[in-house]
């Protein structure tokens, strides 16, 4: 549960929140020379903000704990990440829209290529196209034995997620997928007593839809893995009393957006801009957005500085889009750093602007990167306070205690 | 157990983190004018590190709590100090390198001096040399009681250690010592139920060894206090797959360390210098090297705040010898605050430098003292925090979630 103290104190006088999340934003210099992406970035827009309102930095797990998207967002939405953990099977499968509920059991999958021994010589059937698989993973959606309904949906090229509903299951299975080739792929077995039954229906299930895809010219198997339930995460009207809205491209974020009961919207258009109009296009339907800037994690993992520097000034540029809609409090942070430098997440605090122009208190920092957030006003503060800091710059929670 | 979330992210990748404690390295200026020992020190290497690294401050224990060396070493190694509890006897035991196991029962003693009605005349045993001691001690040594296997070693002049060792023992013993003279000393007595037979067993080998020393001409007596057992702390190895050595002159830091099993180096010299090239000598045998500077604290203690000052300087000037080894990752802190100004350890906050060349984020400040590290990209943190930024900086630990 966030914060339980929270509960209490909640009023919901209708502001509205956006918290603005460039994934992996945060970068290094390694030299006094050098610089981020973020402090490379031209931002004009960022800067008025954050010398209006008040910067810090996040740890977003634990000092010197590098964390996984996952993780990541949780905190950022108020779950200490050490105690809800999603595991990648429940992620994928919300990602997609194929809905997990507590007790159901999804798990991910690839097509996979058998040789006629039944050892896998492709595991991921020789990158099959989007096409292709498509009616190959319609097939196993077709799939049924008794005693579990099952369901499958294609994620993208060839890989899926397959969610098993029943009476009495439980996720804990190992991956079918053995990690290499030459071997043939893994039986489920429980991992724990109570995975018994679990583990025969899915290996029955796994059994039939071998057989269905038994004639496929090259998707003939597949492998499983993260095997996982929904986390029964309570949602955000139920933990804050806000009707959220998740604005995201990556399916990831859709899912774990989902798993906290925030409504997905579809997009406009896309980048920044379009991000920013399907806030325009819904903002009377919603108090809290969650917007979600992929580009800045993937150019920081792909090691190219410029191009996370321009993804930053791309965003900053669109930001008045946002403005526009006179926010009672804006957000703009990372979930994580992702340094160009290091081609990976990384454990740095992570930069944090907080703009609310009715409750906040200006600092004397007057730009947005990395230094001046580590100087700002909040100072240092684990991102799993930044929905209680929202919450209050909008008004939303009254008085602890007489 | 150092943080648990940390193990199963460990990576044993052969990089080498160094650990230079300048004991009691904080210090206070009371008026704007003034200087602590760190400021006045001229530190070139030190402000090169800090203009390259990323500073902060750390709180050793928790805000106002002046720790002892033990709780803030501990803190400093990453295990929480308020859960960790090292009893004095048995750090004294291991500072002499007396091996203590869970289940000993170690303690400190003074030889002491009683008139003929058996009251304490000196506490000291008028400070009886190291020769004159040794074989008084060894006397002790050689005294045996059925049921238990008793060992004796001096520590310095008048003052030794004891390890007793049996089956069903436990250390809840109250001191022997009164703390003041004219009186006899106290018995030992159980302050709980299951030290009822340690207490037995202790009293008789107290009246066999007293009989021992009856014809003693100044060193007559003893008493004991600290009674204590291993803290049965997790290893280095266990903890963090680190090979860590210790290099410190002085036994309660050897103490500490061997508890958490570290190897303990002989010293190639004296000094920092003499420290330095003892990790030179053995740089290729660990990959954690704790090194440990003692008379930062003895000269605050002494309110020396020009002495405390040099000593730093010649930290400073030696620290060449350890950047020609080319650690990953260099930490330069203190395990606290010992300003000269009030001659004792305190709780202030107390400089923090990591200096990773890889992968540190350099912040703007630009020199070592307590002003910049207040004001550095850490910010302010606990001191147990301290292993887990070695580790992240190291990049000794994987990804937290997917």
Redesign the interface.
């Known amino acids: 549960m966030p914060y339980s103290y929270l509960k209490p104190l909640l009023d919901d006088n209708g502001s509205k929140i956006v918290l603005l999340v460039l994934d992996g934003l945060g970068g290094?210099?390694?030299?006094?020379e050098?610089k981020s992406a973020l402090e490379m970035a031209n931002t004009p827009n960022l800067d008025r903000l954050a010398k209006e309102g008040t910067l810090g930095?996040t740890i977003p797990?634990?000092?010197?704990?590098?964390?996984?998207?996952?993780?990541?967002h949780l905190a950022l939405f108020g779950y200490e990440?050490?105690d809800y953990?999603i595991g990648?099977g429940a992620?994928s499968a919300s990602g997609v829209n194929l809905p997990v509920k507590v007790g159901d059991i999804a798990a991910r999958g690839n097509l996979c290529t058998l040789d006629q021994d039944g050892n896998v010589r492709d595991r991921r059937a020789g990158r099959i196209s989007q096409e292709d698989a498509a009616p190959v993973i319609e097939k196993l959606n077709q799939v049924q034995i008794p005693g579990a309904k099952v369901e499958v949906r294609q994620v993208k090229e060839y890989r899926f997620v397959i969610v098993m509903r029943g009476e009495g299951l439980a996720p804990s299975l190992n991956d079918t997928d053995p990690q290499e080739e030459g071997v043939p792929p893994l039986k489920v077995e429980a991992q724990k007593p109570e995975a018994k039954k679990s583990a025969e229906l899915m290996q029955n299930w796994i059994a039939e839809a071998y057989k269905t895809l038994a004639d496929q010219p090259i998707a003939n198997g597949f492998l499983l893995r993260g095997f996982a339930t929904d986390p029964g995460l309570p949602s955000y009207e139920d933990a804050y009393q806000l009707q959220a809205a998740c604005i995201a491209e990556y399916p990831m974020y859709k899912g774990v957006s989902r798993l906290v009961g925030m409504d997905v919207l579809d997009l406009v258009g896309a980048g920044a801009e379009g991000e920013f109009k399907t806030a325009e296009k819904h903002w009377d339907e919603h108090d809290f957005f969650f917007i979600h800037i992929k580009k800045t994690d993937s150019y920081g993992e792909d090691g190219n500085l410029e191009a996370k520097s321009k993804v930053i000034e791309e965003v900053d540029k669109a930001l008045p889009i946002l403005l526009d809609l006179k926010p009672d409090v804006l957000m703009v942070t990372g979930d994580h750093s992702t340094?160009a430098l290091?081609k990976?997440?990384?454990?740095?605090?992570v930069p944090f602007l907080i703009w609310a122009p009715e409750t906040h208190r200006t600092d004397w920092e007057t730009a947005f990167n990395?230094?001046n957030c580590?100087?700002g006003g909040l100072?240092?503060f684990p991102a799993v306070e930044t929905m209680s800091l929202a919450l209050a710059h909008a008004k939303r929670l009254q008085k602890f205690g007489a």
Chains 1, 2 share one sequence.
């Open positions: 290094i210099a390694t030299s006094p050098g930095q797990i634990r000092y010197g704990i590098t964390p996984g998207s996952g993780p990541a990440p050490l953990v990648r992620l340094p290091l990976s997440h990384s454990w740095h605090p990395e230094k580590a100087r100072g240092t």
